[in-house]
């Protein structure tokens, strides 16, 4: 991610840079900061425009955004007055750990140690 020609380095407490975004349903996104927090958006795409409208609440936000190959896009606009250029890959459902590994109720022994 690069705010106003500055790239932001991947720091877990930077509240501006983003870790994820996600577009799982239509004209609803939700971007995860690097500290964990999620912010909704309400999200209009225009396909012919390649222009996303991200919007929270009276806030309005417009990336324009291209595609680089099948799994790759570039976005860059304007955010709360910041230029911001983001380079995000698509990851499918099943790269996700719970989809991979499963969901039990009950572990003999904890998977994170």
Same mark, same amino acid.
């Given at each position: !991610?690069?705010?106003?020609?500055?790239?932001?380095?991947?720091?877990?407490?930077?509240?501006?840079? $983003?870790?994820? @975004?996600?577009?799982? %349903?239509?004209?609803?996104?939700? @971007?995860?900061? !690097?500290?964990?927090?999620?912010?909704?958006?309400?999200? =209009?795409?225009?396909?012919?425009?390649?222009?996303?409208?991200?919007? =929270?609440?009276?806030?309005?936000?417009?990336?324009?955004?291209?595609?680089?190959?099948?799994?790759? $896009?570039? %976005?860059?606009? @304007?955010?709360?007055?910041?230029?911001?250029?983001?380079?995000?890959?698509? $990851?499918?459902? =099943?790269? %996700?750990?719970? !989809?991979?590994?499963? %969901?039990? $109720?009950?572990?003999?022994?904890?998977?994170?140690?």
């Amino acid at each position: !991610m690069v705010r106003n020609q500055d790239t932001l380095p991947p720091l877990i407490t930077d509240g501006r840079r $983003w870790q994820h @975004i996600a577009v799982e %349903f239509p004209g609803r996104a939700v @971007i995860q900061t !690097m500290p964990g927090h999620l912010r909704w958006f309400d999200l =209009e795409v225009d396909t012919s425009a390649q222009r996303a409208i991200f919007s =929270e609440g009276r806030f309005s936000d417009t990336l324009y955004y291209d595609r680089a190959g099948a799994v790759s $896009w570039h %976005f860059r606009g @304007i955010v709360r007055g910041d230029t911001v250029t983001v380079k995000a890959t698509r $990851w499918d459902k =099943e790269q %996700f750990l719970l !989809m991979g590994r499963g %969901f039990n $109720w009950v572990n003999e022994s904890p998977f994170n140690r």
